[in-house]
């Protein structure tokens, strides 16, 4: 499995539309070049981060299968998010490991916000199966919790039921 970037930033649905779209038309390196660089279609400030982002969503994505591409692209704001989500659960097993264990438990409890400290002890727990993980700053620990620059804090409200996250727990990542 290739390696990505677990700090690849926020769900990134806009970009995630846009890389589907290149994805889906077939477009080739020159096309993909030119929609980035010169169309500076994922709309940032610098070709070099344009090509930053679009290399980590772009891992994530190439993991799903070309109908899940599709809905991205032409779904909703809602439908888009959702696909966004599965693309970095497909890639990132420490969060697919968070959701299926700390995030099902604060659902069954009716816990309405999802805290920091629960990222916090759910990192320490894991530190005896990966001991790299010990040497994490707190800011890398911070930065790998709920990344989405659309949360103005560190809380996470509860919004709907983890059935519709955990609907795209199968689908499987192409190498």
């Known amino acids: 499995m290739k390696k990505t970037h677990l700090r690849g930033g926020s769900l990134m649905v806009f970009e995630s ?9 077939g477009a080739d390196q020159t096309a993909w070049k030119a929609a980035i660089h010169d169309g500076n279609r994922l709309q940032k400030a610098r070709p070099a981060t344009a090509t930053r982002v ?3 969503v772009c891992q994530r994505l190439e993991r799903l299968e070309p109908p899940f591409w599709q809905a991205l692209r032409d779904g ?7 696909v966004a989500f599965c693309a970095a659960l497909v890639c ?4 697919v490991e968070f959701i299926e264990t700390v995030v099902a438990d604060v659902f069954v409890t009716r816990a309405e916000i999802l805290e920091v400290y629960h990222w916090d002890d ?4 894991r530190v005896c199966r990966d001991a790299s993980m010990a ?3 707190s800011a890398s620990k ?3 919790w709920m990344p ?5 804090s560190a809380n996470w409200k509860r919004r709907s039921s983890p059935t519709s996250v955990f609907a795209c727990a199968d689908v499987k990542g192409r190498q």
């Open 122 to 125: 759910f990192l320490d727990e």
């Open 76 to 82: 909703d704001d809602q439908l888009a998010t959702q």
């Open 54 to 56: 679009g290399s980590a």
């Open 17 to 25: 539309r846009v890389l589907a779209d290149l994805m889906l038309s």
């Open 142 to 144: 911070r930065r790998r």
């Open 148 to 152: 989405s620059s659309t949360h103005s």
């Open 135 to 137: 040497d994490w700053t």
């Open 92 to 95: 990132n097993a420490l969060l």
